[in-house]
């Protein structure tokens, strides 16, 4: 199962081999595994005397390795605390697919050895030298750690001892991958149970003065902004078409390497000259993207753990706003009924809904409501909200990974162009790129439906983007162009009737912009705890910041720099981690948490 791990880690982050840290951490993981392996066996023949229980830990290993070999296969990451936190809720039934009833095959057989050989060799290995193992195993355990306190850099050391130079340019988020393969499963178990989402501490904004040292370090914009007057009407209807799983390198023009009749509506004049395209994910899946774009916080656990007390939503239904969240999957689905509510949302409205309409119930198969029907409910809702102020999210499923929806009951679709076939053999990959193709005609016709009905009008905020991108997979590796990364770039657009402000399309943002760049549109206050600042405010500009393992990535137009959320250097690293699992609000349930959190502040 070792060898089943990193071989689907090499294809789906495309390593590179000839280099000193690529054989520097396979030969660390298959000697830390190996050992975990062993150690565990021997405690439980040589010392607890119970052959079964050494069965059931070799099996339990193993297991371990398989669904870390299944989570980097569909989603490009192991197991990880988010996931563990919807393990009860989640309808796993979706990720059963062909490739993975093959892997459990192959994990039952391996099962069956390890148990037949502990039975057969259990003498053997009641007479093994545990203590010098352990030692061994403990020394790798505190490897990393020490790694981190920079006491020990093996790979200088491999380097300087082979004389060798070390090969290859390593992003700080594939070096992240080569760890998150070469751990130990069991290691990585624990930690995931250890750092289960909780609530951040909370303060009032006017306490942000206390770490102003910390935020001008990072040039971080949280505090009062003033944001002058983009002179525009009031939106009293606001549209996001929020696609599930899309990457904007999924999309010709923005990735020159396709060919632009595989995405027509994305690829027309008018989208291209309002396509901002450095706009990056900053979390996922969907409700760590959407709690970070609505709190506009890089803390995606912390918010779900809370109370979103920064939600976007929240101040929209303090503005006498209707908010809808309109989702083809059930209401049930990873609780996402009492996820987005408690994010502010009046009114979720999932598959359940949907099933009581005669119309819209044929059209449920699978993630849900097909795409085109769930459209054509928000803009019903639309039509019969025009004289009330209203804020409709819509989250698709028809892209959802890992294998998109391939039945459309009567929904008729243009025929795919041959060079889907011409771009790649893998029919994975072609289904993905079908599923895109499929998506652009059905919100092109989304959006033609509301130019014609007059929906689209100067009152008419709509706004075209995504959840977050496609989680990294071994099928995106086909596509030309698209990069390996663990947070890439989606799509985001702005449409209205009324002219809108004119902004720098190729500057950096993330999803941490969103939020401000809609509260600066609608001319309302921008809270002061909001890491993200408006796309549409001239000279400013905040570090995207975002989390990958246990590590924060800042990106900026000074570099990018990479902080150890364990061991964090010096006081502005460690002012940045504390920030992190901070929030500021005005907020008055924050008064209350601010007396019993006084030992905590940073």
């Known amino acids: 199962m070792f060898g089943a791990?990193?071989?689907?880690?090499?294809?789906?982050?495309?390593?590179?081999?000839?280099?000193?840290?690529?054989?520097?951490?396979?030969?660390?993981?298959?000697?830390?595994?190996?050992?975990?392996?062993?150690?565990?066996?021997?405690?439980f023949i040589r010392f607890l005397r119970a052959r079964w229980a050494a069965a059931a830990f070799a099996c339990f290993y193993l297991f371990l390795y398989g669904i870390n070999t299944v989570f980097v296969h569909q989603a490009g990451t192991v197991l990880q605390p988010f996931y563990l936190s919807i393990a009860g809720v989640d309808n796993w039934t979706h990720y059963l697919t062909r490739w993975t009833w093959v892997?459990?095959?192959?994990?039952?057989?391996?099962?069956?050895?390890?148990?037949?050989?502990?039975?057969?060799?259990?003498?053997?290995?009641?007479?093994?030298?545990?203590?010098?193992?352990?030692?061994?195993?403990?020394?790798?355990?505190l490897a990393p750690i020490l790694q981190n306190a920079g006491l020990f850099t093996p790979t200088k050391i491999i380097v300087a001892t082979i004389n060798v130079p070390q090969n290859g340019a390593w992003q700080s988020d594939q070096t992240y991958q080569l760890r998150q393969l070469a751990n130990n499963p069991v290691v990585g178990l624990y930690k995931a149970l250890t750092h289960l989402p909780k609530p951040m501490n909370a303060y009032p904004a006017s306490d942000l003065a206390s770490v102003s040292e910390t935020l001008n370090a990072w040039h971080l914009p949280l505090g009062p902004r003033h944001y002058p007057s983009l002179g525009l009407k009031p939106f009293d209807h606001i549209v996001v078409f929020a696609t599930e799983s899309m990457s904007l390198d999924f999309l010709a023009p923005y990735n020159t390497n396709l060919p632009p009749e595989l995405t027509p509506f994305y690829a027309s004049p008018a989208i291209q000259q309002a396509m901002f395209v450095n706009y990056k994910a900053a979390a996922l899946p969907t409700q760590p993207g959407l709690s970070v774009t609505y709190n506009s916080h890089p803390n995606a656990n912390g918010l779900l753990a809370g109370e979103n007390e920064l939600s976007m939503i929240r101040f929209l239904n303090a503005h006498g706003y209707e908010t809808y969240f309109l989702m083809s999957a059930a209401e049930s689905f990873n609780d996402d009924a009492n996820v987005f509510k408690k994010m502010g949302f009046k009114h979720v409205l999932g598959a359940k809904t949907w099933q009581t309409d005669p119309h819209k119930a044929p059209f449920i198969e699978g993630w849900?409501?097909?795409?085109?029907?769930?459209?054509?409910?928000?803009?019903?809702?639309?039509?019969?909200?025009?004289?009330?102020?209203?804020?409709?999210?819509?989250?698709?499923?028809?892209?959802?990974?890992?294998?998109?929806?391939?039945?459309?009951?009567?929904?008729?679709?243009?025929?795919?162009?041959?060079?889907?076939?011409?771009?790649?053999?893998?029919?994975?990959?072609?289904?993905?790129?079908?599923?895109?193709?499929?998506?652009?005609?059905?919100?092109?016709?989304?959006?033609?439906?509301?130019?014609?009905?007059?929906?689209?009008?100067?009152?008419?905020?709509?706004?075209?983007?995504?959840?977050?991108?496609?989680?990294?997979?071994?099928?995106?590796?086909?596509?030309?162009?698209?990069?390996?990364?663990?947070?890439?770039?989606?799509p985001l657009v702005f449409m209205s009737g009324q002219k809108l402000p004119e902004a720098d399309l190729k500057r950096p943002h993330s999803q941490l912009d969103f939020a401000p760049t809609m509260m600066h549109l609608l001319g309302f206050t921008i809270p002061e705890g909001w890491w993200g600042e408006s796309i549409f405010a001239t000279n400013q500009e905040a570090p995207r910041v975002a989390?990958?393992?246990?590590?924060?990535?800042?990106?900026?137009?000074?570099?990018?720099?990479?902080?150890?959320?364990?061991?964090?250097?010096?006081?502005?690293?460690?002012?940045?981690?504390?920030?992190?699992?901070?929030?500021y609000t005005n907020s008055p349930s924050t008064t209350q948490s601010t007396a019993m959190s006084e030992k905590n502040r940073p």
């Open 5 to 43: 791990l990193w071989s689907v880690g090499v294809s789906v982050f495309q390593l590179k081999c000839a280099t000193v840290k690529f054989w520097e951490y396979l030969i660390y993981g298959w000697l830390y595994a190996a050992l975990g392996y062993w150690v565990g066996l021997a405690i």
């Open 103 to 141: 892997l459990i095959i192959v994990l039952t057989l391996n099962c069956a050895l390890a148990i037949f050989f502990i039975y057969w060799q259990s003498k053997a290995i009641k007479q093994m030298h545990i203590r010098g193992l352990a030692l061994l195993l403990a020394g790798l355990f």
């Open 368 to 490: 849900g409501l097909m795409d085109r029907e769930l459209y054509q409910a928000a803009l019903d809702l639309l039509k019969q909200n025009q004289n009330k102020k209203i804020y409709i999210h819509i989250a698709n499923a028809d892209t959802h990974g890992p294998y998109p929806r391939d039945y459309f009951g009567s929904l008729k679709y243009p025929p795919l162009p041959s060079c889907i076939n011409q771009l790649t053999d893998n029919a994975h990959t072609r289904a993905i790129i079908g599923s895109i193709f499929r998506h652009d005609y059905d919100l092109g016709l989304a959006i033609q439906e509301m130019r014609q009905q007059d929906l689209l009008n100067a009152e008419t905020l709509v706004v075209v983007t995504a959840d977050h991108n496609y989680p990294h997979s071994q099928p995106l590796n086909d596509i030309p162009g698209y990069p390996i990364t663990l947070y890439a770039r989606i």
């Open 547 to 583: 989390k990958i393992g246990r590590n924060l990535v800042v990106e900026s137009t000074q570099g990018k720099q990479t902080i150890s959320m364990d061991n964090p250097h010096g006081t502005d690293q460690d002012g940045l981690v504390s920030l992190f699992n901070t929030i």
